[in-house]
C-alpha cells in the first residue's frame, strides 16, 4: 500500500552541517550548524544548485536575508521562473525554472515559444531586483514592495520562507498533498531491467548498465495517480537541480539502440577510451564494431540497482556541494533517437582528442546525451500542472531526508489523499 501523506510530515535533516530543518504541521523553521560568515549576519555564500555557485545575485540574496540560507529560497526559484513552451509535435510543454533558463544555450530542434535571453526567465521578483540594480543595494530597496501582487511584502513572505515572486506562494497557504513511496514498496511493484547506454555530454565516459527499478508510467498508475490533462512531469534532486520531460518521453516506449564495444581502456588507452563497460555484458560480441541491436523494451524508469547492486546512496561533497553517487534511486532515460547513428557513444565535448584514433567517433551534438537528463538522488515527482491553490513541497529543506530514508515524493496534478 502507498503511503498518502499531507506534505506536513515531521522530516529531520543533519548532514555534513546542512541546515537542520523540520516540516512540522506545515511550519518551518531552521537551526543552521554552518559556520557559514566572516562576522554577524555575514553570510560566505550561498547553499544554491551547486552548477550556479559562482552566482554573486544569490549571494546577494543571502547577505541580504541570512536566515534564508540553506532553505527553499537558496534557489534560482526565487528569481527565475519556469515556462510553458511547444515542442516539435505541437504540444504544450511546461518546464521548470532550472530547464526554461537552459534552452536559451540548448533550444531543441522544432521547439518554439523558448526564451531568448535570461531577462525573459525572470519573475517578478528577479525582474524588481535587476531592475533596482542588481546588487545588495537592491534587495534591500524592493523590500517593502509586493513584486508578485499578491497582497504580501516581499519581505514579509521572504521571512515566512514563501517565494516573493510566485503569486501562489504566500504565507499561510495549505501545502500540496504528496504520495510517499518507499524502496520496500516500489519494489512490491512491476519490476523492469534493461542494459543501455548512457552518454554523458562533458565527461570522458559514456558508459553501458543494466538498471532495474520500475517503469515511471507504472509507479504512478501503482500510486493512484491520474495523468489525464497532465502537461509534463519533473523529476528532482535534492540541491534542487529538476529536469523536465514530456508526458510522451514518460509514458511511451522508446526505440531500440545498439551496443557498440571496443572504445573502453583496454582498448584505446586511458586517455582516449571513451566509454566503461560492465563486466556482464550478455554475450554481446566485443568485436562487432558495427554495433549489435540490443533487442529489449526501453522505458524511462525509476532504479533503485545498478549491475545488480543496490546504487550508491548520494550524499552532497562538502567541498563542492554536488552530489556524490546516484541513489538510491536514479531516473533512467534511455536514448531516444529513431536514428541508430544518433544512439551511439561519442567523447566527451571537451576531451583533447588531438593523439586519438578514430576521430569520427569525437563529440557530436546531435547524438542523444541522454545521461544530463539522469537526476542523481532522484527524491521528487513532480506532475504539472500543479494545484495553484497549494504550496509546493519544500525540497530544499527536505531531500536529504528522503535520501537519508529510501523514499521518494509524488505530488502536483492527479495527486489525491484519502
Known amino acids: 500500500m502507498i503511503t498518502k501523506k499531507k506534505s506536513d510530515r515531521p522530516i ?5 552541517c546542512l541546515p537542520i530543518i523540520a516540516l512540522l504541521a506545515g511550519t518551518l523553521f531552521t537551526l543552521n550548524c554552518s559556520d557559514d560568515s566572516t562576522g554577524p549576519g555575514e553570510v560566505v555564500s550561498s547553499r544554491a544548485y551547486q552548477g550556479h555557485a559562482s552566482d554573486a545575485d544569490i549571494d546577494n540574496f543571502v547577505k541580504s536575508y541570512p536566515h534564508t540560507v540553506g532553505t527553499r529560497l537558496d534557489d534560482c526559484q526565487t528569481c527565475h521562473r519556469g515556462g510553458t513552451v511547444t515542442d516539435d509535435e505541437m504540444e ?3 518546464t521548470n525554472p532550472c530547464d526554461f533558463c537552459h534552452l536559451i544555450q540548448h533550444p531543441p530542434a522544432g521547439w518554439t515559444g523558448l526564451p531568448a535571453s535570461i531577462d ?10 535587476s531592475g533596482a ?3 545588495r543595494d537592491a534587495i534591500v530597496a524592493i523590500a517593502a514592495l509586493d513584486s508578485d501582487g499578491d497582497s504580501y511584502s516581499n519581505s514579509d513572505e521572504i521571512d515566512d520562507l514563501r517565494y516573493p515572486g510566485d503569486g ?3 504565507p499561510g497557504l495549505e501545502l500540496c498533498p504528496v504520495l510517499t513511496v518507499t524502496l520496500e514498496e516500489m519494489k512490491r511493484m512491476p519490476e523492469h531491467t534493461q542494459f543501455v547506454l548512457a552518454n554523458a555530454t562533458k565527461q570522458q565516459y559514456d558508459f553501458y548498465a543494466t538498471y532495474t527499478g520500475v517503469r515511471i508510467v507504472d509507479l504512478l498508475e501503482e500510486s ?3 495523468l489525464t490533462g497532465a502537461t509534463s512531469i519533473d523529476i528532482m534532486a535534492p540541491d534542487g537541480y529538476a529536469k523536465t520531460f514530456t508526458m510522451d518521453q514518460i509514458t511511451g516506449q522508446y526505440p531500440d539502440h545498439r ?3 571496443g572504445f573502453g581502456a583496454d582498448d584505446l588507452g586511458t586517455d582516449c577510451a571513451f566509454v566503461e563497460y560492465p563486466d ?3 554475450g554481446l560480441a566485443w568485436g562487432d564494431w558495427i554495433g549489435v541491436e540490443l533487442g529489449q523494451e526501453f522505458w524511462h524508469m525509476i532504479a533503485y540497482e545498478r549491475d545488480g547492486q543496490p546504487l550508491e546512496r548520494s550524499y552532497p561533497d562538502p567541498a563542492s556541494g554536488r552530489i556524490i553517487g546516484e541513489g538510491p534511486f536514479r531516473n533512467m532515460i534511455p536514448p531516444g533517437a529513431e536514428e541508430d547513428d544518433l544512439n551511439r557513444p561519442d567523447r566527451g565535448k571537451n576531451e583533447d582528442t588531438s593523439g586519438c584514433t578514430l576521430m569520427e567517433w569525437n563529440y557530436n551534438d546531435y547524438i542523444d546525451h541522454n545521461a544530463g537528463s539522469m537526476v542523481k538522488a532522484t527524491v521528487i515527482i513532480r506532475i504539472n500542472p500543479v494545484d495553484p491553490g497549494c504550496e509546493e513541497f519544500d525540497i530544499i529543506n527536505g531531500g536529504w531526508a528522503m535520501v537519508d530514508g529510501d523514499f521518494i515524493l509524488i505530488y502536483g496534478h492527479g495527486v489525491t489523499v484519502e
Open 12 to 16: 529531520f535533516i543533519c548532514r555534513i
Open 92 to 94: 504544450p510543454v511546461s
Open 120 to 129: 525573459e526567465t525572470l519573475n517578478p521578483y528577479g525582474e524588481a531586483y
Open 133 to 135: 540594480g542588481r546588487d
Open 168 to 170: 501562489n506562494s504566500y
Open 224 to 226: 493512484g495517480v491520474d
Open 259 to 261: 551496443f557498440y564495444p
Open 280 to 282: 556482464e555484458t550478455y
